[in-house]
T-cell receptor
Framework: EAGVVQSPRYKIIEKKQPVAFWCNPI?????LYWYRQNLGQGPELLIR????????DSQLPKDRFSAERLKGVDSTLKIQPAELGDSAVYLC???????????FGSGTRLTVV | AQSVTQLGSHVSVSEGALVLLRCNYS??????LFWYVQYPNQGLQLLLK??????LVKGINGFEAEFKKSETSFHLTKPSAHMSDAAEYFC????????????FGIGTKLQVIP
């Protein structure tokens, strides 16, 4: 089966510009997660979806970050406007009902200059 | 709130030597515990997980970990290191059952010396 697919793999943008990341989870995985991994750190949860509903977005900086998961399948994470401190790897993961342990995508490495 | 502490941000071992990566957890309830591996420029891959069954858990690539409640530890081991084991390893913890928000440690980079 195909894994969790993320695009783009790399993105370099100037500060104050918008950027979007896309994720397609494993078929049948109803739970989707967006994580941010800063250099030298472990991943930190930004938002979790159960199907199309965002059920945990407490760590999402809502002033500039937004996410959507239309139809409960693929998802988009957006930053507008980007700041220098947003440089990080953005990881998407998914899991099936009752599954403990996620399947991660390869991530998008964002560099804001 | 749960948390994990990974002792040693960098660990070096010789090829063929024992690998021991340390993880201690803090949780108000018996937790679920995980080890993930991350190769350069890749996402995280689940190595193994403890979900309250056997305390000794075997994972992929010859790794195993033992849940020790008395020591609040979940150390990762492999009897003989291989060059391909060089990567970053993350310990993670969650509450059992239901929605289990997973909290990751800061990671340990394993270097394998030929």
């Amino acid at each position: 089966e195909a894994g969790v697919v993320q695009s783009p793999r790399y993105k370099i943008i100037e500060k104050k510009q918008p950027v979007a990341f896309w994720c397609n989870p494993i078929s049948g995985h109803n739970t989707l997660y967006w994580y941010r991994q800063n250099l030298g750190q472990g991943p930190e949860l930004l938002i979790r979806y159960e199907n199309e509903e965002a059920v945990d977005d407490s760590q999402l900086p809502k002033d500039r970050f937004s996410a959507e998961r239309l139809k409960g399948v693929d998802s988009t994470l957006k930053i507008q406007p980007a700041e220098l401190g947003d440089s990080a790897v953005y990881l998407c993961a998914s899991s099936a009902p009752g599954q403990y342990g996620y399947t991660f995508g390869s991530g998008t490495r964002l560099t804001v200059v | 709130a749960q948390s994990v502490t990974q002792l040693g941000s960098h660990v070096s071992v010789s090829e063929g030597a024992l690998v021991l990566l340390r993880c201690n957890y803090s949780s108000s309830v018996p937790p679920y515990l995980f080890w993930y591996v991350q190769y350069p420029n890749q996402g995280l891959q689940l190595l193994l997980k403890y979900t309250s069954a056997a305390t000794l858990v075997k994972g992929i690539n010859g790794f195993e970990a033992e849940f020790k409640k008395s020591e609040t530890s979940f150390h990762l081991t492999k009897p003989s290191a291989h060059m391909s084991d060089a990567a970053e390893y993350f310990c993670a913890v969650s509450d059992p059952g239901g929605y289990q928000k997973v909290t990751f440690g800061i990671g340990t980079k394993l270097q394998v010396i030929p």
